[in-house]
């Protein structure tokens, strides 16, 4: 069935290295895409959106790259540190749905060492 | 409040119990969702409600499932006959009408034994 997922279950990088986190989907309407930050004991944290109709957007420290032509979504942190220890998702909102209603993906988990 | 707030945090329970957890949203949002995780797993959804119509339940795995939510505050998630399955960690999020960003709340971590 359709579904968004992620490649890296496990990711593991030293600190000041930049990361990339990837994410497919399947649902080619998909309109909006979310990445959620979530650290252990804690609900998922907002960091960073973008629309269909964008293929790059900022933030600080993080960059979204979407690419529709494969239906691929990254999430790249600069200059990764000990606090980006988390578990990762991504996010889609399927438009036509009704309402807003956004699938997850399994999630990726960033280890950061020292 | 200033965020989503659930409670309880955690909640042991036995087989075949009944339980409910409860989620007071953001003041303001209109809509309100129930989302399952399970260990190591991504976000399952239950259940949706916008503000007075009726809700989106076709998340909910089985009849023992129910939520309610009086207009636009607290939501109560019950589930009856607890089945070890059942263990995960259900959150809950808030939403401003057309908004699709979620707020979340820590979640409330159940375990059946």
């Known amino acids: 069935g359709e579904s968004v997922g992620l490649h890296l279950p496990t990711l593991s990088v030293q600190e000041g290295d930049n990361s990339i986190i990837n994410c497919a989907y399947s649902?080619?309407?998909?309109?909006?895409f979310i990445w959620y930050k979530q650290e252990s004991g804690k609900g998922p944290q907002f960091i960073i959106d973008i629309r269909s109709n964008m293929d790059k957007r900022q933030g600080q420290r993080v960059t979204v790259l979407l690419n529709k032509t494969v239906k691929h979504l990254s999430l790249q942190i600069a200059a990764t540190q000990p606090g980006d220890s988390a578990v990762y998702f991504c996010?889609?909102?399927?438009?036509?749905?009704?309402?807003?209603?956004?699938?997850f993906g399994t999630g990726t988990r960033l280890l950061v060492s020292p | 409040g200033a965020g989503v707030s659930q409670s309880p945090s955690n909640k042991v329970t036995e087989k075949g119990k009944d339980v409910e957890l409860r989620c007071d949203p953001i003041?303001?949002?209109?809509?309100l969702y129930w989302y399952r995780q399970r260990l190591g797993q991504g976000l399952e959804f239950l259940i949706y409600f916008q503000g007075n119509s009726a809700p989106d339940k076709s998340g909910l795995p089985s009849d023992r499932f129910s939520a309610e939510r009086t207009g636009e505050s607290v939501s109560t998630l019950t589930i009856q006959r607890t089945q070890q399955e059942d263990s995960a960690v259900y959150l809950c999020?808030?939403?401003?009408?057309?908004?699709?960003?979620?707020?979340f709340g820590s979640g409330t971590r159940l375990t059946v034994v």
């Open positions: 003041s303001g949002h209109t809509a």
């Open positions: 649902n080619s309407a998909s309109d909006y």
């Open positions: 996010a889609e909102n399927r438009a036509g749905t009704g309402f807003q209603k956004l699938v």
């Open positions: 999020a808030s939403s401003p009408h057309g908004v699709v960003g979620y707020t």
